[in-house]
Nanobody, 122 residues
């Protein structure tokens, strides 16, 4: 499985971006697709996840109500719609896949994309 993330860029606070993660290879139904981000000088942090089959979603508290994760099985793509962006959302965003039992634990994910940079200016 290979993951390719795209859609990052520079945006002003309050703006929106949509990240995409194209999946090459087979995603099994019990896999979790997730987005993590790494802010400058900080550890990588879970942002949002979606269960491939059930579409159950989970978000870190700081993005609830602003970000939406979704998936398109026909396109084998996972999206992260980010609205009302804040400077603290700045970082490199990574998509990941794995049979995670604890969604916000980085080591639960086996496959990782290369990351896409999101910069939110104040």
């Amino acid at each position: 499985v290979q993951l390719q993330a795209s859609g990052g860029g520079l945006v002003q606070a309050g703006g929106s971006l949509r990240l995409s993660c194209i999946i090459s290879g087979r995603i099994f139904g019990n896999q979790i697709m997730a987005w993590f981000r790494q802010a400058p000088g900080k550890e990588r942090q879970f942002v949002a996840g979606i269960a491939w089959n059930s579409r159950v979603t989970n978000y870190v508290d700081s993005v609830k109500g602003r970000f939406t994760i979704s998936r398109d099985s026909a396109k084998n793509t996972v999206f992260l719609q980010m609205n009302s962006l804040k400077p603290e959302d700045t970082g490199v965003y990574y998509c990941s896949a794995g049979r995670a039992r604890t969604w916000d634990v980085e080591s639960e994910y086996v496959y990782w994309g290369q990351g896409t940079l999101v910069t939110v200016s104040s």
